[in-house]
């Protein structure tokens, strides 16, 4: 059963207009949320994150927001580059942490093309 | 600091061989992970570590065991190697926080 859900698996934009990717979960309990970026033939990179008592985290050009009672999250990239083009995926985390994982539940990814 | 590594990089089987992938942190944490990425399902867990001699299961363990005999180091051992097991898999190691730092990710291809 999918927990967290990335509906779109690819996006296209244009370089200097806006990206918005979209994520959604299904577990009320889930309380801190992280979007990691994955480039051909390399590891997923740690993008941003953001904490359920927060609506909103923002770092340079990407922002995360976060709908708590729509259990919906977004990644914004303003203004897009070529260089963002990537695999973006969403994740999400919550107790009980300790002994067990404070493992990460995945999306499986959306790739987003930016073009010149 | 290197971060996460993993050995190798690259790695060709026939169905029926066994290997060993390693991963290794200089970071000092305390959990580390192992995933495979397939095509369109994302990240899976297959095993995990919360400490140094501790293991255990994630949701797609079967045809996989592991060890973290010292703390820096988690090894994924396939023993008899089938052809859905042709992935790329990654290796993750997180401290306090909620954020998982991944390795450079193993080709593996199952003929």
């Known amino acids: 059963d999918q927990q967290v859900k990335q509906n779109s698996p690819s996006l296209s934009v244009q370089e200097g207009r806006i990206s918005i990717l979209n994520c959604d979960y299904t577990n009320s309990m889930f309380d801190y949320f992280l979007w990691y970026k994955k480039y051909p033939a390399e590891g997923p990179t740690f993008l941003i994150s953001i904490s359920s008592i927060k609506d909103k985290n923002e770092d340079g050009r990407f922002t995360v927001f976060l709908n708590k009672s729509a259990k919906h999250l977004s990644l914004h990239i303003v203004p897009s580059q070529p260089g963002d083009s990537a695999v973006y995926f969403c994740a999400a985390s919550g107790p009980p942490r300790g002994s067990t994982l404070g493992r990460l539940y995945f999306g499986r990814g959306t790739q987003l093309t930016v073009w010149p | ?111």
Request: with cysteine.
């Open chain 2, 1 to 111: 600091n290197a971060g996460v590594t993993q050995t190798p990089k690259f790695r060709v089987l026939k169905t029926g061989q066994s290997m060993t992938l390693l991963c290794a942190q200089d970071m000092n944490h305390e959990y580390m992970y192992w995933y495979r990425q397939d095509p369109g399902m994302g990240l899976r867990l297959i095993h995990y570590s919360v400490g140094e001699g501790t293991t255990a299961k994630g949701e797609v363990p079967d045809g996989y065991n592991v060890s973290r005999l010292k703390k820096q180091n988690f090894l994924l051992g396939l023993e008899s190697a089938a052809p859905s097991q042709t992935s790329v898999y990654f290796c993750a190691s997180r401290g306090g926080t909620d954020t998982q730092y991944f390795g450079p990710g193993t080709r593996l291809t199952v003929l």
